[in-house]
């Protein structure tokens, strides 16, 4: 192996995380185990949002050495399954700890065929090395999985390998024989043989610069669904290679305030002409879209049926449908927030109030009715505008229990329902 290699393999971690999660109301500890690499000589580490997110507790690296060094989240991207980690530099350097990292490799440059080796913790064996090739360079799939719900895969194609990839290899490199990062393996198909995906280094990249200035990476939203136009130029009367489907448009979307309907082709983007013939090329425009400025106003050229037109669109920021989630253990209650996409994908007024996503048997929630998919919309008649809302009332409740009014809405129907102590 050249030196490259050995380096690479140097820079490959283990990562043991414990995160909370909720159950039936209920807070939880989970562990898991995922691999990762260093970047830098000042500790940041790459992995998967799978691995290490907001929900991390405590967060142990294992370096190639074998010594453990503690680890705190950096910033994380649900998007497209990236999230930093920094080292405690200080008790590393108290500790004589020495650590060496990789660099990043061109995966636009990758041909089918070509080499390449997963490195990582497969079922928590360190420093495991699989061989394969890239047996696909620009693959595209729904990812129905997501990230513990959060939305993924819409801004990139994978890079796929069948290179052995299992559980605990989610966070490791893909590397080329020179031990450059062309991917971050991420997940495998399941009941397959040798079916391995891995987000390309040229998407890794951008999230890492992105992440080490802001933590986070905010993308714009126009709020229109495309698809490919594969086998459907003849309905639509366009020529081959031209243009994108708008499948659909959500309501109250910037899209729909400028007057764009499902069945449009959209032909350019400020400009720029779009091709969406295959499923492949839909995630690059995507992410056309999605990079601009939170603000910006976008021009779209459409055509419809035979007509041309022209569209201005203010682009919004784009946001999960996952809001934040608490959990209140004197109702025994665990909730989420009702974000602007959960409001629009369900038809909602707004996005006031916090869905119920687990409630303890024998607490004041479930003696009092409420159940697991309710939103609860208002508290002694205050709106439940944020989680903090309800935080600060189960804080009152806390220091002083009396009898508690919530307005529930259940399957469009309006409820109020007393917690009493």
């Known amino acids: 192996m050249s ?48 691995v290490a997110g907001p929900k991390a507790v405590e967060i142990n690296v294992t370096l190639s050495n074998l010594e453990r060094v503690s680890a ?37 440059k990758l041909y089918v065929g070509e080499t390449v080796y997963a490195v990582g913790t497969p079922h928590g064996l360190t420093r ?11 693959r595209y799939f729904e990812d129905t999985e997501g990230v513990d719900g959060y939305e993924t895969g819409n ?50 990249k951008r999230v890492v610069a992105g992440l080490v200035q802001d933590g986070s990476i905010t993308r714009s939203y126009v ?17 081959t290679n031209t243009g994108v489907l708008i499948d659909s448009v959500e309501a109250g979307s910037p899209a729909a305030a400028a007057g764009l309907q499902a069945g449009d082709i959209i032909l350019a983007v400020d400009g720029k002409k779009v091709d969406g013939r295959f499923p ?13 400025p939170v603000g910006s106003t976008m021009a779209i050229d459409c055509k419809r049926g035979s007509k041309d037109i022209s569209s201005t669109i203010v682009t ?33 007024l707004d996005d006031t109030g916090v869905l119920v ?34 935080k600060g009332i189960d804080a009152q409740y806390s220091e002083k229990p009396e009898p508690t009014l919530f307005e529930v809405q259940r399957e469009r129907r309006v409820s109020l329902v007393v917690l009493k102590p």
């Open 3 to 50: 030196g490259g290699f050995e380096r690479l393999l140097d820079s490959v971690v283990r990562i043991d995380v414990q995160e909370f999660n909720f159950d039936d109301g209920a807070r939880r500890i989970d562990s898991s185990i995922g691999s990762g690499v260093i970047l830098s000589q000042d500790g940041l580490i790459l992995t998967n949002a799978h």
């Open 72 to 108: 705190k989240l950096v910033g994380w991207d649900h998007w497209t399954d990236l999230s930093l980690l920094r080292l405690d530099l200080n008790d590393a350097k108290k500790r004589g700890l020495v650590f060496k990292h990789a660099e990043f490799g061109d995966s636009e």
């Open 128 to 138: 495991t090395v699989t061989r394969g090739i890239i047996s696909n360079n620009n």
């Open 155 to 204: 801004f990139n194609t994978w890079l796929q390998t069948d290179a052995a990839i299992n559980p605990g290899n989610s966070g490791g490199p893909l590397v080329t024989e020179d031990g450059r990062i062309v991917g971050i393996t991420s997940r495998a198909y399941l009941g397959a043989n040798n079916l391995g995906f891995a987000i390309p280094s040229v998407i890794a």
């Open 223 to 239: 709020g229109i669904v495309l698809k490919a136009l594969q086998d459907l130029e003849g309905f639509y009367d366009v020529a």
């Open 280 to 292: 492949e090329q839909l995630p690059p425009i995507q992410n056309l879209i999605a990079s601009l």
């Open 316 to 348: 919004a920021k784009l946001e999960s449908r996952m809001g934040e989630e608490w959990v209140s253990d004197t109702w025994g209650i665990a909730v989420r927030k009702i974000s602007l996409a959960f409001a629009r994908e369900n038809q909602l």
């Open 357 to 390: 996503i687990g409630v303890q048997r024998g607490f004041p929630a479930d003696v009092a009715g409420i159940a697991r998919g309710d939103i609860i919309t208002k508290i002694n008649q205050n709106p439940v505008s944020s989680v903090d809302v309800m």
